[in-house]
C-alpha cells in the first residue's frame, strides 16, 4: 500500500478552516464570560475553560478529517490520538496563546495550529480571536496576512529597532530576564511585551515589530509563528548556533539578527532559571 503525504498546501487548508472554526468558539466563549479552571506553572499562569473546550474542538475535527495523525496541544499534551501516523503528520495547537490577555478582555490572544511531517514543521496558521487577523505561512512558500505576502523588518540598526519580548511565571525566571530587559533597552529603540509569543512572531514577520526574542516558549508556542517568521526571512534560532527552543528563540531579519544576536549572548538572555 502506497501512503500519500499531504501536501503543505492542503494541510495548510485544514489549519485555516480548524482554526477558524476554534477562533469562532473562544471569541463567543469570551463574551459570554470565562472563568479560570485551573493553574499551571505558577499561580499567575492561568488554564481557562475556553483553553480547554477549544482544544478539545481542534483535536475532534482534525480526528474527522485526518484520523491517523498525532495532535500535541498545550493543555492535554499527546491526548489519546497516539503516534504520527504513516505519513507522519503531527498538528501542533496551542489553543488559546495569550491566556491572561484573554481572561482579562485585551485583544491579543490567537489560535496557534501548525502541520509537522516528519519532524519539520510545513504549515501554519494564527488567529487573532478578537480582530480576525491571520498569518499563514507553507514550507518554501512564503508568510501572508489578507493576501499581502511578508518580509519582515528593512531595519538595520540595532539602536533603531523595536524589539518585542515576553517573561516567564516564575518570580526567579522574571528576575533574569527583567536583568536582561534593563541591560539592552539602552541599545535598542524600545522594547515591547504583548503576552502571546506566536502574534509576537507574526508581528515580527510583518514588520510591526523589528524583533523578537524570548526565553521559555514551548513548541505550541513557536511552530505555527515560527513558520510566518522564517517564511518572511527572518532568522530564527537560539543563540550560539542552537537551534530555537526552550533555552530562547530570537526572530529577526538577516541585519538586526548578528549584534541583536551578540547582545543577548553578552546579556546571557537564555542563562538563568
Not at 499551571?40 to 474542538?57: F, G, I, M, P, Y
Not at 491579543?108 to 487577523?133: K, P, W
Request: with cysteine.
Amino acid at each position: 500500500m502506497i501512503i500519500s503525504t499531504p501536501t503543505a498546501r492542503e494541510l495548510l487548508t485544514i489549519a485555516v478552516d480548524v482554526a477558524r472554526e476554534a477562533a469562532t468558539t473562544a471569541y463567543r466563549m469570551r463574551v459570554e464570560g470565562v472563568s479560570v479552571a485551573a493553574t499551571k506553572s505558577t499561580v499567575t499562569d492561568v488554564v481557562t475553560a475556553a483553553d480547554r473546550a477549544v482544544e478539545r474542538q481542534v483535536v475532534a475535527a482534525l480526528r474527522q478529517r485526518r484520523p491517523g495523525d498525532a495532535v500535541l496541544g498545550e493543555e492535554y499534551g499527546a491526548g489519546e490520538t497516539g503516534p504520527a501516523g504513516p505519513d507522519g503528520v503531527r498538528w501542533i495547537l496551542d489553543p488559546i496563546d495569550g491566556t491572561v490577555n484573554y481572561l482579562y478582555g485585551l485583544p491579543y490572544c490567537a489560535v496557534s495550529l501548525a502541520a509537522e511531517v516528519a519532524g519539520e514543521v510545513v504549515a501554519g496558521v494564527v488567529r487573532n480571536i478578537v480582530t480576525g487577523e491571520e498569518w499563514t505561512a507553507t514550507l518554501g512558500g512564503g508568510a501572508w496576512r489578507d493576501g499581502q505576502r511578508l518580509h519582515g523588518s528593512a531595519a538595520t540598526d540595532l539602536g533603531q529597532a523595536l524589539v518585542a519580548t515576553g517573561f516567564g511565571y516564575d518570580a526567579d525566571r522574571r528576575a533574569h530576564q527583567a536583568r536582561v530587559v534593563t541591560e539592552l533597552i539602552p541599545h535598542i529603540r524600545d522594547i515591547r511585551r504583548m503576552g502571546a509569543a506566536a502574534l509576537d512572531l507574526c508581528l515580527a514577520a510583518e514588520g510591526r515589530v523589528d524583533a523578537y526574542y524570548e526565553k521559555g516558549l514551548a513548541d505550541w508556542d513557536l511552530a505555527a509563528g515560527g513558520l510566518v517568521a522564517r517564511e518572511a526571512g527572518l532568522l530564527v534560532t537560539g543563540l550560539s548556533g542552537l537551534p530555537a527552543g526552550p533555552d530562547l528563540v530570537l526572530a529577526a531579519p538577516p541585519a538586526l539578527h548578528g549584534p541583536l544576536h551578540d547582545r543577548l549572548a553578552d546579556l546571557d538572555a537564555s542563562g538563568g532559571p
